[in-house]
T-cell receptor, first 116, second 115 residues
Framework: GAVVSQHPSRVICKSGTSVKIECRSL??????MFWYRQFPKKSLMLMAT?????????EQGVEKDKFLINHASLTLSTLTVTSAHPEDSSFYIC????????????FGQGTRLTVV | GNSVTQMEGPVTLSEEAFLTINCTYT??????LFWYVQYPGEGLQLLLK???ADDKGSNKGFEATYRKETTSFHLEKGSVQVSDSAVYFC??????????????WGLGTSLAVNP
């Protein structure tokens, strides 16, 4: 299957700093990417839908000014956690897909963010 | 609302043991159901899926049957291997096309298989 690369796989940052997570589709052009997060003992939750060249669509309860998403090209979407706090510590996963209604999405390996 | 309930892990088995990971769902319509697997250090991978009642998804020796009457999609494998050690996620979506775009996820079940 297609490959989606997410970087970094782990990051530790100080409270108040910003962290950028990259999601790249390596062998296909991704018209849409999804960003998920998973708290300990909780399900993966969709945060936002990112479409190339347009603003991301955020799910209810997700702060768009805190979680900045940029989908500047067909192979790259970035999630920036701004002014991170310990409660933002979580596992973040992206997925990417292309094409019509029946195509499958492919997932990155996830990023473990720890804010200290 | 729609939700997925998945058995908590971790699950620890010996090689060649029988595996069942339970998954039940709540949905207002007729969802498509998925099992994903995440091996250490890798991205989530689609393991199998079923798009309508009584469908059976199968892959790599794993099977799951879409049971509408019990709203379940339990994952089974007759003889696990050490290489099956991973985290398994059950998920659903309400998209009639059966793709996996906006999924509702279970918590994930960690499986460790000992030689």
């Amino acid at each position: 299957g297609a490959v989606v690369s997410q970087h970094p796989s782990r990051v530790i940052c100080k409270s108040g700093t910003s962290v950028k997570i990259e999601c790249r589709s390596l062998d296909f052009q991704a018209t849409t990417m999804f960003w998920y997060r998973q708290f300990p003992k909780k399900s993966l939750m969709l945060m936002a839908t990112s479409n190339e060249g347009s603003k991301a669509t955020y799910e209810q309860g997700v702060e768009k000014d805190k979680f900045l998403i940029n989908h500047a090209s067909l192979t790259l979407s970035t999630l920036t956690v701004t002014s991170a706090h310990p409660e933002d510590s979580s596992f973040y996963i992206c997925s990417a897909f292309f094409g019509g209604m029946n195509t499958e999405a492919f997932f990155g390996q996830g990023t473990r963010l720890t804010v200290v | 609302g729609n939700s997925v309930t998945q058995m908590e892990g971790p699950v620890t088995l010996s090689e060649e043991a029988f595996l069942t990971i339970n998954c039940t769902y709540t949905a207002t319509g007729y969802p498509s159901l998925f099992w994903y697997v995440q091996y250490p250090g890798e991205g989530l991978q689609l393991l199998l899926k079923a798009t309508k009642a009584d469908d059976k998804g199968s892959n790599k020796g794993f099977e799951a049957t879409y049971r509408k009457e019990t709203t379940s999609f339990h994952l089974e494998k007759g003889s696990v291997q050490v290489s099956d050690s991973a985290v398994y996620f059950c998920a659903l979506n309400m998209d009639n096309a059966g793709n996996n775009r906006k999924l509702i996820w279970g918590l994930g079940t960690s499986l460790a298989v000992n030689p």
